[in-house]
């Protein structure tokens, strides 16, 4: 089956300890990304990545780290997380068309809570 | 800077009647526009889109209007069913050299049977 596969679902930390939430695409695709959603203000794009060991910065990178080693992997890293980085945290693929105007396939979602 | 809009955060509708939802975007380069559908504990999944070229799209019971002139987009669910229930996402893709997708805040739709 098709699908982007993140972990973990959910996640409580504390301020200061990294993490990382995986993510990982079985379809082949070279564009992947992560998106972080808060209340009032939709989905915006902290990193992504259009090939392997190509990543650049979205709206909101500050405080997060990205790496793209294999082309199926995609992993979001908190080097020391913030309280202002509780939130629900999407990663999403799609094969990349100039022009093409790709849809996204997303995961379901990791819940971040940073105490 | 919001580029895409969700004016609406929520809409009720009554069942079998029509569900519009509405977008408005201030970048006349975006190439192409997307809806996205996401019901609670999962990811958004794609539902429809439409060409910058193009003013309708329609699958099914959703149909997608563009409408350039006033940087509007629009969702159409005819009829529409309690399943349908879900925060609705507007999305656009912008390429220049490489492809950005920017989001709206969302719209919860709520279907009452």
């Known amino acids: 089956e098709a699908q982007v596969t993140q972990n973990p679902r959910y996640l409580i930390t504390v301020t200061g300890k990294k993490l990382t939430v995986t993510c990982s695409q079985n379809?082949?695709?070279?564009?992947m990304s992560w998106y972080r959603q808060d209340p009032g203000l939709g989905l915006r794009q902290i990193y992504y990545?259009?090939?392997?060991?190509?990543?650049d910065k979205g709206d909101v990178p500050e405080g997060y780290k990205v790496s793209r080693k294999e082309k199926r992997n995609f992993p979001l890293i908190l080097e020391s997380p913030s309280p202002n980085q509780t939130s629900l945290y999407f990663c999403?693929?799609?094969?990349?068309?100039?022009?093409?105007?790709?849809?996204?396939?997303f995961g379901s979602g990791t819940q971040l809570s940073v105490l | 800077d919001q580029q895409v809009k969700q004016n609406s955060p929520s809409l009720s509708v009554q069942e079998g009647r029509i569900s519009i939802l509405n977008c408005d975007y201030t970048?006349?380069?975006?190439?192409?526009f997307l809806w996205y559908k996401k019901y609670p504990a999962e990811g958004p999944t794609f539902l429809i889109s439409?060409?910058?070229?193009?003013d309708k799209n329609e699958d099914g019971r959703f149909t997608v209007f563009l409408n350039k002139s006033a940087k509007h987009l629009s969702l159409h669910i005819v009829p529409s069913q309690p399943g349908d229930s879900a925060v609705y996402f507007c999305?656009?893709?912008?390429?220049?050299?490489?492809?950005?997708?920017?989001f709206g805040t969302g719209t919860r739709l709520k279907v009452l049977a």
């Open positions: 379809m082949n695709h070279e564009y």
């Open positions: 439409i060409s910058s070229i193009k």
């Open positions: 990545s259009m090939n392997v060991e190509v990543t």
């Open positions: 999305a656009a893709i912008i390429y220049s050299g490489t492809y950005k997708y920017i």
């Open positions: 970048n006349s380069m975006f190439d192409y």
């Open positions: 999403a693929s799609s094969l990349e068309r100039v022009g093409g105007g790709e849809k996204l396939f």
